[in-house]
C-alpha cells in the first residue's frame, strides 16, 4: 500500500529528518507524518484535487499533507502555513531533497490571521491543527477568506470518542489516554473536534459540505517500530503539562507509560480515526 515512488520518497525524506537528531522537538511529529500516510491517502483519494490548483495548507506543520499534494497534483503549488518557523524549515529541507521546493511558499503566520489576500485558493486545507486551537471557528472562516469562490475548503482532524478497543486496555492505560486528552483541553484544545468539522463549515458560510470517516484500524500486536515510536513519543511529550495541570502525578504517568509500552506487546483489536469534511465556497 502506496509504495508508489513519490510516496517512498517523501517517506525517505521524512525518516531521515527524524533521526538527524537535529531536530528533537519534531521527531515525534516527522514520524507520525510517516505513519499515518496510508490515512492522508484515504483523503486525498476523495478530494479530487486538479494538477495546477493552487492550495493553502493551514497548519502545515512538517509538511505531512503538502508533500503529499504536490505529488497527487501535477503542477500544484502549496503555500504551506505554520505558527513554528522550524516546522517550516524542516518542511522546506525535506521539499528541496525531493526537488520540489519552487512549488512550496512557507509563511510563517498564525491560522486565524493569515495575511494572505482574499478569494486566492482553489483549495485551502488543514489538517491536526483545529485540536490545538481554542476557537477553531476563526480558523475555518479565515479559510473561506482566502479561498476563491467555487474554491474548496477540507478539515481533518481527529475525534477521541471513537475508539474501540477489544480486549479492553489495561486500566492505567485508559487513564494515560485520558489525561493526555484532557490536558489539550486544559491548553484549549479539544480532541474531540472531528464532530464539529460539518458544523464550523457551514458555519464559516460554506455550501455542500461532505463528510467522510477515515477509520485507523490496528488489529493484533503493534510490531512496525514506526509506529511505536511514534506513539509513544507524541504520548511522552505531554507529560509536563499533564504533571503541571494536576492530571497525573509524575510517578502515575511514568508507571502508565510503562504499561502501554508493554501493552503493545498485546494482541488487541483497535479502532480509532479521523475525519476528513470538506465544502465549496
Ligand atoms: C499536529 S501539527 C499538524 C501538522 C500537519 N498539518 C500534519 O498533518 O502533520 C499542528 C501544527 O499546527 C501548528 N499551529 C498550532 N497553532 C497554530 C496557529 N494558531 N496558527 C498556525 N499554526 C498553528 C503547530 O505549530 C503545528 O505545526
Not at 150 to 173: E, F, K, S, T
Request: with cysteine.
Amino acid at each position: 500500500m502506496n509504495e508508489d515512488p513519490w510516496s517512498l520518497a517523501i517517506a525517505g525524506a521524512t525518516m531521515r529528518e527524524a533521526e538527524s537528531g537535529r531536530w528533537p522537538e519534531h521527531a515525534w511529529l516527522l514520524r507520525q507524518s510517516v505513519q499515518t500516510r496510508p490515512y492522508r491517502a484515504m483523503l486525498l483519494s476523495v478530494m479530487d484535487v486538479a494538477a495546477g490548483a493552487s492550495i493553502a495548507d493551514v497548519g502545515a506543520g512538517t509538511g505531512a499533507l503538502t508533500l503529499d499534494l504536490l505529488g497527487h497534483a501535477p503542477g500544484c503549488r502549496v503555500v504551506a502555513l505554520d505558527l513554528d518557523a522550524v516546522a517550516l524549515e524542516i518542511l522546506g529541507r525535506i521539499a528541496a531533497s525531493l526537488g520540489v521546493a519552487d512549488r512550496v511558499e512557507a509563511r510563517s503566520a498564525p491560522a486565524q490571521l493569515t495575511g494572505l489576500p482574499s478569494g486566492q485558493f482553489d483549495w485551502t486545507v488543514c489538517r491536526y491543527l483545529l485540536q490545538h486551537v481554542p476557537d477553531p471557528g476563526e480558523v475555518v472562516r479565515e479559510m473561506a477568506r482566502i479561498t476563491r469562490p467555487g474554491g474548496r475548503v477540507a478539515l481533518m482532524d481527529v475525534d477521541d470518542g471513537i475508539d474501540l478497543a477489544y480486549p479492553p486496555y489495561p486500566q492505567p492505560v485508559k487513564d494515560l489516554y485520558a489525561a493526555v486528552g484532557a490536558s489539550q483541553g486544559q491548553s484549549g484544545g479539544d480532541r474531540q473536534v472531528g464532530r464539529k468539522l460539518h458544523r464550523l463549515l457551514v458555519d464559516a458560510g460554506l455550501a455542500r459540505p461532505v463528510v467522510v470517516f477515515c477509520p485507523h484500524i490496528q488489529a493484533g500486536v503493534v510490531r512496525d517500530p514506526g509506529a511505536r515510536a511514534a506513539l509513544l513519543e507524541r504520548i511522552t511529550r505531554n507529560r509536563p503539562q499533564v504533571v503541571a495541570g494536576g492530571l497525573m502525578t509524575p510517578q502515575a504517568f511514568d508507571e502508565a507509560l510503562e504499561a502501554l509500552r508493554a501493552d503493545l506487546d498485546s494482541d488487541r483489536f483497535v479502532m480509532t480515526g479521523e475525519f476528513l469534511a470538506m465544502a465549496w465556497r
